[in-house]
């Protein structure tokens, strides 16, 4: 399985910016997506923004568009979520997912692999 860890998580205010960094160990050939997802409490997880490493296809979610970008670097084995106009909202415990496919991302990443996941949290 591949491993996980995520970083930069914390508290900003509404307005601000974060980015999210999550290395990883070696992927496998069957390995061709990483995504990040969130959940804050009492709420359903939800994928927030999906990477394939073959094409570079991405998908994110609608409320999240225009503002978060996400990226990757296989050379140093890092995935990245670049937030900025932060919404209150947008608290949650964010977690990287390794898995097969976008198509398995979107179907939530059941056989995948995950971090711990990071918080963030965002005043108003």
């Known amino acids: 399985q591949v491993q996980l860890v995520e970083s930069g998580g914390g508290l900003v205010q509404a307005g601000g910016s974060l980015t999210l960094s999550c290395t990883h160990s070696?992927?496998?050939?069957?390995?061709?997506?990483m995504a990040w997802f969130r959940q804050a409490p009492g709420k359903e997880r939800e994928l927030v923004a999906t990477?394939?490493?073959?094409?570079?296809?991405?998908y994110y979610l609608d409320s999240v568009k225009g503002r978060f970008t996400i990226s990757r670097n296989s050379t140093m084995n890092t995935l990245y979520l670049q937030m900025s106009s932060l919404k209150p909202e947008d608290t949650a415990v964010y977690y990287c997912?390794?898995?097969?496919?976008?198509?398995?991302?979107?179907?939530?990443?059941?056989?995948?692999?995950w971090g711990q996941g990071t918080q963030v949290t965002v005043s108003s």
């Open positions: 997912v390794a898995d097969r496919t976008v198509a398995t991302m979107k179907v939530g990443a059941t056989l995948g692999s």
């Open positions: 070696r992927l496998t050939f069957s390995t061709d997506a």
């Open positions: 990477i394939s490493w073959s094409g570079g296809t991405t």
